[in-house]
């Protein structure tokens, strides 16, 4: 009879409490029991403090360089391959080298532009150009030039005068953010791609997490979003990722607001855009109206709830400049853009189990490849004292 009551009153005394979406997940316990713990499996995407990816790519160096070496008025062009160029002649007329074909779309924010030295007004000087709310241009002859965008475009282009030589002359076209000081040249980089998981590390220690116990789990595939279940190995696939690059078999159209759109699901999965994307190129905004207001930018539409039963697309809006189906698969084709999608049926798989057993006293718990869950076995009354404590303590 004594051993029952014991057993009825430790029954009484504790409980399984979860700690749910957690970067470190912290709790107490008086006993040492298996841990129920589910990770986030999300994909790996740096903004470097950006809330969003940028066409810019978002590198020191935010302006790319894409057209080829050629020979205009006189004047050989030759592109180095790094975003650099080499100019020789003696011009046979004023002319300008745009160094980009496109329309550049930044934040609005002050930028430099450099990448001159030795310039002058009647031998060759870099312009910005900039279009939007008014049509103005910015140069240098040497050194920066300041240039503050207000929901406007911008190209950078050579001026060279008629009559000047240039011998060896090398330019170095750079818009990088006011904030930054240093005026060294920098290839242009996208430092906003996205890659998936191949394994994941759960790391266990007590109150002390500098030498914490690690489990690595292989995932067996490369995943962009999901849950893994520690405990019992279960592997729930909720995402898939797709690159567009300008292919024919993208089925793209474009519409009167100059926004393109395709199915995603000619390519892939159904989608659920109840859910978040990440892209590594394009702005990602709420819905497919505001992609028409918004330059350089992606949205999802269609869900699984019975509004859209059958549309599951993907718009996006580089500029109005943009506004064929050519001049889209074109921009695609030098800037592919990758997508993380929902998947609207998510794919299960079983892994193998990993038991981990918690500590007497503190414990935490977190993962490298996102936030953690876990259920365990807890006193209640320590439980409740300390969250009342801590209670207390924030009314203080």
């Given at each position: 009879m004594q051993a029952n009551k014991a057993l009825l009153l430790s029954n009484m005394l504790s409980s399984t409490?979860?700690?749910?979406?957690?970067?470190?997940?912290?709790?107490?316990?008086?006993c040492v029991t298996p841990l129920d713990i589910t990770v986030?499996?999300?994909?790996?995407?740096?903004?470097?403090?950006?809330?969003?990816?940028?066409?810019?790519?978002?590198?020191?160096?935010l302006f790319e360089a894409e057209v080829s070496s050629s020979t205009t008025a006189g004047i050989t062009i030759t592109a180095n391959g790094d975003g650099t160029f080499t100019f020789n002649g003696t011009a046979t007329a004023l002319f300008d080298f745009y160094f980009t074909n496109k329309q550049q779309s930044l934040a609005n924010g002050t930028y430099l532009i450099n990448g001159i030295t030795n310039g002058s007004n009647s031998t060759y000087r870099l312009y910005a150009a900039l279009s939007g709310n008014t049509n103005r241009y910015v140069g240098t002859n040497t050194g920066d030039a300041e240039v503050t965008l207000s929901n406007e475009t911008i190209r950078l282009f050579l001026r060279i005068y008629n009559g000047a030589t240039l011998n060896n002359v090398v330019i170095k076209p750079m818009i990088r953010l006011a904030s930054v000081s240093d005026a060294?040249?920098?290839p242009y980089s996208n430092i906003c791609p996205i890659s998936g998981r191949t394994s994941a590390t759960i790391y266990h220690s007590g109150a002390d997490t500098s030498d914490p116990e690690t489990f690595t789990i292989q995932l067996g595939q490369t995943v962009y979003g999901g849950t893994l279940n520690v405990t019992n190995g279960e592997l729930v696939v909720d995402k898939a990722i797709v690159t567009f690059d300008g292919s024919s078999d993208e089925s793209w159209t474009v519409d009167s607001l100059k926004r393109a759109y395709t199915q995603i699901n000619a390519i892939k999965k159904e989608i659920n855009y109840s859910q978040s994307m990440k892209c590594d190129k394009l702005r990602l905004v709420s819905n497919h109206v505001t992609v028409s207001n918004t330059d350089y930018s992606i949205s999802g539409?269609?869900?699984?709830?019975?509004?859209?039963?059958?549309?599951?697309?993907?718009?996006?809006?580089?500029?109005?400049?943009?506004?064929?189906?050519?001049?889209?698969?074109?921009?695609?084709?030098?800037?592919?853009?990758?997508?993380?999608?929902?998947?609207?049926?998510p794919i299960t798989l079983t892994l193998d189990p990993v038991e981990i057993r918690s500590l007497l006293g503190d414990n935490n718990v977190w993962a490298d490849t996102g936030n953690t869950s876990v259920t365990y076995l807890a006193d209640v009354q320590k439980y409740i004292d300390k969250k009342i404590s801590a209670a207390v303590a924030a009314m203080s």
């Open positions: 409490i979860s700690v749910e979406n957690a970067d470190i997940a912290s709790f107490e316990t008086s986030d499996i999300d994909p790996v995407q740096d903004l470097h403090g950006y809330d969003n990816p940028w066409p810019a790519g978002g590198g020191k160096n060294t040249f920098a539409y269609g869900d699984n709830n019975g509004n859209y039963p059958n549309q599951n697309w993907v718009y996006l809006k580089l500029t109005d400049a943009y506004d064929s189906v050519a001049s889209i698969r074109e921009w695609l084709t030098a800037n592919p853009v990758t997508i993380v999608y929902t998947l609207a049926t």
